[in-house]
C-alpha cells in the first residue's frame, strides 16, 4: 500500500494514481500528480526540496491563482 507524501492518503487507482516523480525512495517516493502539481505551484518552483531533482515529467510552478479585489471591513 503507497500512501501520498504530500496529502497521507493511499493509492485509489479508480481517482488517481501514485508517481515517483523524483530521485527520492521509500516512504518518500510515491504522491499524486494533482498534490505534486499543486505543490510546485504554492512554493514557486517544481524542484523537490528532499532530493533536489526537477519533478518529472511535466510539472509546472508557473500557474498562479489570480488575485480578487475585495473589501474588508475591520472593527
Request: a neutral charge; hydrophobic letters at 30%; glycine letters at 6%.
Amino acid at each position: 500500500m503507497n500512501l501520498c507524501r504530500i496529502c497521507h492518503e493511499e493509492e485509489d487507482e479508480k481517482v488517481s494514481i501514485m508517481e515517483a516523480p523524483c530521485s527520492c525512495s521509500g516512504t518518500l517516493k510515491f504522491a499524486h500528480r494533482g498534490c505534486i502539481q499543486r505543490w510546485c505551484y504554492e512554493k514557486g518552483n517544481s524542484v523537490c526540496e528532499i532530493c533536489l531533482q526537477k519533478f518529472q515529467p511535466g510539472y509546472s510552478s508557473c500557474a498562479k491563482l489570480p488575485l480578487i479585489d475585495t473589501v474588508v471591513t475591520i472593527r
